[in-house]
């Protein structure tokens, strides 16, 4: 098959939600049409649950299952479909902004009693940032839930989208009798309990026809027309350029645990759905069809088997194609590197892969080299952008408890720093190191791993900072900025690329610095122009 034909092929994806209203199960009933897997439960659930947070097992478990479902593909109607996990505790949700980098599309879940929740905001809003094309399930239909029009008012609202519905449902919870598909123009009727099959999809175009009473009853009948309607006069007609721009979201309703709607779903994504996308590197703008191949790191999994520390690099794969044992340049090192065994992930296995097209993600094994937001090229020095570094929430100081291996520690979170589980300040006045993490699991994983991976030990101790901040001085040279650094300077550090950073102790302190040195530019992420 032609080059062009196999970019044409792949959509590459992720689906966020908050935790519980559905991912997991979406995706496997996803891979379920793909024929990916044959039952139902083959997908790990991998939230981390709050009680576990002291089970240092339960950790490691974790982390294997999301190497497992870090990347999980298969075909359905010609399409090669790669779904990107994207965790949805708080806690790891820079590992999810990291993945956001690496998807072409989303599909964002909804709990239709809950609503929309506070995880599901920020995801979308990175996804709002980018102009990432999204469609959103409402998903739980089979179940007591909020009125369609106020869930659909509240996603307008709280998640700044423009929404249009292509299915609608017919009742909801006891009296949930179906759904009208507005795409297909079709009625989908609800049975219950997974027995769902497509014979029980009626096309219906002719809304007007005495059939529609037959089929649901009057009652629903008369409240469908009526919903129908108001769809038509409130929402905008679907417009593919509008949704493949950002600009509008395509709504569908369903309930994964019954498998109902999402059928319905996957058709209308498999045909609207994105092929790879062009991608902005800091030098151009670098198209899939391009021939050279380039591609980025945007995820690194420690290896899961303790007498293999190597690592699994996660590398999108934006234009050209990704060959077995060719040289590829490590822009960062200005090195070149072949990979003998590089790995693709089909269902939830991986395999060695000769080729890998834009859109594919291919796992590298790594000694080292690697770390997140590192480009690989035919020679090209080119560097992908958009992967910052959000500010921290929580501070401590780390130890070194064993100082006859002081080696292996600094060795262990340099390592683990470059795979993004948190971010390292060191101190400018004493050169102290200060760990900075999104949430406070991260510690745990660190100090265990440390321990099993590196052999090393570290205690924690607290740092009273509330944020930090990236520093951009606009002017270097300026009294302002000499004062700055001699007032504050128990609170500046340098983070790994070397950058300035302000840990403020407070909220207050903070507004006082920006009072004060109005041209000391403070940022909450690492990346600014
Ligand atoms: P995740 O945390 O977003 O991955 O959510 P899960 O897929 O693990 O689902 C959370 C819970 O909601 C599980 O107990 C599921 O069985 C349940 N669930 C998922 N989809 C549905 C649905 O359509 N209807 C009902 N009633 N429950 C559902």
Request: net charge negative; hydrophobic share 35%; glycine share 6%.
């Amino acid at each position: 098959m032609s080059f062009l034909k196999e970019i044409e092929k792949r959509r590459t994806f992720g689906i966020i939600s908050h935790p519980d209203a559905g991912k997991t199960t979406l995706t496997e009933k996803l891979l379920l049409f793909g024929g990916a897997i044959q039952e139902a439960g083959a997908v790990k659930n991998n939230k981390i649950k709050k009680a576990a947070t002291s089970d240092f097992m339960e950790i490691e478990r974790q982390r294997g299952i999301s190497v497992a479902t870090s990347v999980l593909a298969f075909l359905y109607r010609d399409k090669k479909i790669n779904i990107l996990d994207t965790p949805g505790h708080k806690d790891f949700a820079e590992d999810t902004f990291r993945t956001l980098t690496a998807v072409d599309s989303v599909i964002v879940v909804i709990d239709v009693a809950k609503g929309v929740e506070e995880q599901t905001e920020k995801l979308v809003e990175v996804c709002r940032m980018r102009n990432i094309p999204m469609i959103v399930f409402i998903n739980k239909l089979d179940r007591e839930g909020r009125d369609a029009f106020d869930l659909l008012d509240e996603v307008e609202q709280k998640l700044g989208l423009t929404v249009t519905p292509l299915s609608f449902p017919i009742g909801m919870g006891y009296d949930f009798k179906g759904i009208y598909n507005l795409w297909e123009k079709n009625i989908n009727l609800f049975k219950g309990e997974s027995k769902k099959k497509i014979e029980d999809t009626i096309a219906f175009d002719d809304l007007e026809s005495e059939e529609l009473e037959k089929i649901i009853g009057e009652k629903a009948a008369d409240t469908l027309r009526e919903n129908l309607e108001l769809v038509h006069g409130v929402y905008p007609e679907f417009d593919k350029e509008a949704y493949l721009a950002g600009q509008q979201q395509p709504v569908f309703f369903g309930s994964a645990l019954n498998n109902f709607g999402v059928r319905e779903m996957l058709d209308c994504f498999v045909d609207i759905a994105p092929s790879p996308r062009p991608k902005k590197a800091e030098e151009r703008v670098v198209t899939a069809k391009e021939k050279e191949m380039t591609g980025f790191v945007f995820k690194i999994h420690a290896n899961m088997d303790p007498k293999h520390r190597d690592r699994l690099a996660f590398v999108k794969i934006v234009s050209g194609t990704f060959e077995r044992n060719k040289p590829y340049l490590h822009v960062r090192h200005n090195k070149n590197l072949k990979f003998s065994s590089p790995n693709a992930f089909f269902a939830e296995k991986k395999e060695i892969v000769d080729i890998s097209y834009p859109g594919d993600i291919v796992g590298l094994h790594d000694t080292g080299n690697f770390k997140i937001g590192d480009t690989l090229t035919e020679g090209e020095v080119l560097h992908y952008k958009g992967i910052p570094s959000f500010s921290p929430e929580h501070f401590r100081y780390i130890n070194n408890a064993d100082p006859m291996r002081s080696k292996q520690l600094n060795k262990g979170i340099d390592q683990l720093m470059d795979e993004g589980v948190a971010q390292l300040f060191t101190l400018n006045l004493n050169g102290r190191k200060v760990i900075g993490t999104v949430g406070a699991l991260q510690y745990e994983v660190i100090q265990y791993r440390l321990e099993h991976e590196y052999g090393a030990k570290c205690t924690y101790e607290n740092f009273p900072a509330y944020k930090a901040c990236w520093v951009d001085p606009q002017d270097p040279g300026n009294e302002e900025f000499s004062e700055f650094q001699r007032v504050k300077q128990k609170f500046l550090a340098t983070d790994k690329r070397g950058q300035l950073v302000f840990l403020a102790d407070s909220q207050f302190s903070l507004q006082m610095v920006q009072q004060k040195y109005p041209t000391v530019k403070l940022h909450f992420t690492s990346e600014f122009d």
